[in-house]
């Protein structure tokens, strides 16, 4: 059996690694080293000059880092992955490969609210331009292409709306057009969708939620062709240096291993609790891409396996009542970041996407009563129960 033909379940615990190399150690070992040394002053040029492999200096490459590059290279079905210090180093290093000064980049209408601030940052000192569009037709996507634009950047589900965008429409008119197109996987990990194979160009992870799925490490991935893989890391990767950690790396080998088992399970939780929420008095709306009467139902059941974890939903009320509900839970923790073990809920209108201005929110679909809840590994019994109280606390409150 060849490596690459192994299970996505498999895959996730051994590939890239082989204890053989390293003293017959069952578990990865940490090379928590910055640097490594060489036989020779020649040896050491020819490694600089690229005549000879091997390691130079842990910015550039560690064994650690290359284990879980290799693995999720494999897991995304691309051709090589690049580890980051965070998602955002991830984010800014695609963007700022791909463009340059004067260039123009069409985004998704919806992004991460730090990915938002990224493009004004761009615009602001290199007028990289931007244009937001909903994607959900061929004309809405070509409308705001223009002969410089550099890129496309699509996030889908959007955090924190949950709409979905059709990767292969957008991959159609791309394509016509030679246009490179990114997509931010972080709210499906490799579990559930691979753009790759849809036909995008890079897959972009904050391995700081269910990649890492222990809420102990801040870390991002890239992942595509190996030319285009190489000329970050021998530019934004190398030069401004947004390298992960090994010990960091380390962790997300270990997290992982059980990827696979944690999301079935964050994805059956969100099935029982988005049907708990769906049906309460005290919710206007609900958005989750495995609602069947939702509109983009039909986009969920071609690209991703399984509707994933994240759940938003809108409280009746406003801002006070949804601060109300959040500061009542008690098992539910209050906390932006999301895919851990923990479900977490966060206020995106004064949390995530403060950063975005309110009229910009509100095109985005962002208002101050949606909360976003990224459900946990807890027994759904529990959750629903700490739900329960909190809605009932706060319809004391409206009574008094
Ligand atoms: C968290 C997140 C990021 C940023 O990742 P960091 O690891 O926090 O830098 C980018 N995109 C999405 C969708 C995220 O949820």
């Known amino acids: ?23 017959d150690s069952l578990a990865p070992p940490l ?28 910015r550039l490459s560690n064994p ?25 180093a991830a984010v800014s290093a695609v963007l700022l490969t791909l463009t340059k000064a004067s260039d123009h980049i069409v985004c998704s209408q919806g992004v991460y609210g730090c990915t938002f601030g990224l493009l004004q940052m761009m615009e602001e000192k290199y007028n990289i331009t931007h244009d937001f569009s909903n994607m959900s037709t061929r004309e809405e996507i070509e409308s705001v292409i223009q002969p410089n634009t550099a890129c496309i950047y699509v996030e889908t589900p959007i955090n924190p709306t949950m709409k979905l965008i059709d990767l292969s429409l957008i991959v159609e008119v791309a394509k016509e057009r030679g246009i490179p197109v990114i997509v931010d996987n972080t709210f499906c990990s490799p579990y559930l969708q691979n753009p790759l194979e849809i036909g995008c160009d890079i897959v972009v992870h904050s391995a700081t939620k269910y990649i890492g799925g222990h809420g102990d490490v801040i870390a991002g991935i890239l992942v595509g062709k190996t030319d285009r893989m190489i000329d970050i890391q021998s530019t934004t990767q190398k030069d401004i ?10 962790l997300l080998l270990r997290g992982l291993k059980t990827l696979p088992i944690r999301m079935d399970r964050h994805c059956e939780n969100a099935e029982v609790i988005f049907a708990y929420l769906k049906s309460h008095p005290l919710v206007e709306q609900v958005y989750y891409p ?7 139902y ?15 939903f809108e409280i009746k009320g406003g801002k006070e009542t949804a601060q109300q509900f959040m500061n009542s839970l008690k098992l539910i923790k209050i906390a932006v970041s999301l895919g ?8 995106p209108a004064t949390m995530t996407h403060a950063v975005v201005p309110s009229e910009e929110r509100e095109k985005m679909g962002i208002s101050d009563r949606l909360l976003r809840l990224s459900v946990g590994l807890e027994a759904t019994d529990d959750i629903i129960n700490d739900l329960d109280r909190a809605f009932s606390t706060v319809l004391t409150m409206q009574e008094c």
Do not use: C
Not at 80 to 88: Q, W
């Open 1 to 23: 059996m060849t490596k690459g033909k192994r299970k996505f379940e498999t895959a996730v615990i051994h590939h890239g690694y082989s204890s053989e190399n390293h003293s």
């Open 31 to 58: 090379y928590q080293t910055s640097t490594f040394t060489f036989d020779s002053a020649e040896q050491g040029a020819r490694r600089f000059a690229g005549e000879e492999e091997g390691y130079i200096y842990s």
């Open 64 to 88: 650690t880092v290359n284990m879980l590059e290799e693995r999720l290279a494999l897991l995304e079905r691309g051709e090589k992955a690049l580890a980051f210090s965070s998602g955002m």
């Open 241 to 250: 240096g947004g390298v992960i950690s090994p010990f960091d790396a380390w």
């Open 290 to 296: 495995g609602d069947p009467d939702s509109e983009d």
């Open 298 to 312: 039909s986009i969920m059941k071609a690209q991703m396996r399984k509707a994933g974890g994240l759940i938003s």
């Open 340 to 347: 851990d073990a923990e479900s977490l809920i966060q206020h």
